[in-house]
């Protein structure tokens, strides 16, 4: 499978200065959208280098988490500011540009014609749970079964909104 896969690195708004337009199948965008200068250059950049049929995998972080971590933590105001920022943020002295909701990211992918196919939030509790609470393997696996769990519920649309994170899969047509 090696000689099938090259893997790439570039700055997202100039990928197809590192692959050229149209020729990628798969693009992972984690971790980036919330600190680049515009998301919507560095959708664009990813729309223009995919394969017709390729995919973006794209996981950013999600308003709500940090909303309910800073509450649980005590610092209200920070909570706050980051519910009702725009931009999801809790603070001049906070490290992100910015934090997406689940419907705010799938039309920004939308609007530079990739068709989403997928979108959950992911580490629901995980990042909640204080360190010394998973100490052992079996605390560990626990809490990832828990957070399957919480993935395959009924209600998980709505317990996905509360994730770190949102991942959504996006095709080119």
């Known amino acids: 499978m090696s000689e099938r896969v090259t893997a790439v690195q570039g700055d997202?708004?100039?990928?197809?200065?590192?692959?050229?337009?149209?020729?990628?199948?798969?693009?992972?965008?984690?971790?980036?959208?919330?600190?680049?200068d515009d998301p919507d250059v560095a959708v664009a950049a990813i729309s223009r280098v995919l394969a017709p049929g390729g995919v973006v995998s794209v996981v950013a972080a999600q308003r709500l988490a940090t909303v309910l971590a800073h509450a649980l933590t005590g610092r209200f105001d920070q909570a706050r500011a980051a519910l009702d920022a725009p931009d999801g943020r809790w603070g001049p002295g906070d490290p992100l540009a910015r934090r997406f909701d689940r419907d705010e990211l799938v039309e920004v992918l939308q609007a530079h014609d990739l068709a989403v196919t997928d979108a959950h939030g992911v580490r629901i509790v995980t990042d909640l749970v204080p360190s010394a609470c998973v100490d052992s393997e079996a605390e560990r696996l626990e809490l990832l079964a828990l957070e399957d769990a919480m993935a395959a519920h009924p209600d998980a649309a709505v317990l996905g909104r509360l994730g770190a994170v949102v991942h959504v899969l996006a095709t080119r047509a």
């Open 12 to 36: 997202a708004d100039h990928l197809a200065d590192a692959v050229g337009d149209s020729c990628v199948d798969l693009v992972c965008c984690h971790g980036i959208l919330e600190v680049v």
